[in-house]
């Protein structure tokens, strides 16, 4: 009877780690590579304000939003996040569990037809920059955009977040009709819960202690 209620107690903790892994895991970001609902052929120009793209605002000097334009990371659609000026795409993501960490993960490559170089963009959680960014689109074409993982943690400090990303290609392109037009491009975000260390071990010890305990039962 002894060893039962410590086999009990063990699966009870282990049940309790795995629910908050679970809690933890439930943000998620809407429409990250942008497929819906498509960017069309070959581009669209989108300007501040617009919610077109569903789960994102466009912001600051508008963005384009590529279709058969260029080779996407992910599916068929992405973004230049320069439209005719420097701009931004922003999400409000729910479902996180304060004081959680959690690890951004998105594609960044740059207009590979002009402008400034390297591009940059900034990463920001309710308006506070979090993650800077930088991509040498040197020898990249439409064709073969040379798409970059990047990823960083951060510690949530409400049930929902703003999320933005801000294009900080300001440069003079040389180009006399569109100047500002050649952008970072972005695709592919998406958010994983970071499991803490100490959840892991109390994870890993209830298991153990469970299977100790069975393992002895039948002898």
């Known amino acids: 009877m002894f060893n039962m209620k410590k086999l009990a107690c063990a699966l009870l903790v282990a049940g309790a780690v795995t629910g908050s892994v679970t809690v933890a895991s439930a943000a998620t970001i809407t429409n990250g590579s942008f497929e819906i609902p498509g960017g069309g052929s070959p581009f ?20 384009d939003y590529i279709g058969t334009y260029w080779q996407a990371s992910n599916g068929s659609s992405s973004l230049d996040l320069n439209g005719l000026n420097p701009g931004s795409i922003s999400q409000t993501v729910s479902g996180l569990n304060i004081g959680a960490k959690y690890r951004l993960i998105f594609d960044i490559a740059g207009n590979p037809d002009g402008g400034p170089n390297p591009k940059s963009l900034d990463v920001l959680l309710d308006g506070i920059s979090q ?15 040379g798409w970059s993982t990047r990823s960083f943690e951060f510690t949530a400090t409400s049930t929902s977040q703003l999320l933005e990303f801000v294009s900080t290609t300001t440069g003079n392109s040389g180009n006399g009709t569109y100047p500002f037009a050649f952008g970072p491009a972005l695709d592919n975000v998406s958010i994983n819960a970071v499991p803490e260390p100490l959840t892991l071990s109390l994870f890993g010890a209830g298991l153990a202690g469970a299977a100790a305990l069975r393992r002895r039962k039948k002898a």
């Open 44 to 63: 669209t120009t989108l300007s501040a304000g617009d919610t077109s793209i569903n789960g994102w605002t466009v912001g600051g000097g508008g963005i």
């Open 131 to 145: 993650d800077s960014e930088i991509f040498d689109a040197t020898g990249t074409s439409k064709s073969a955009m």
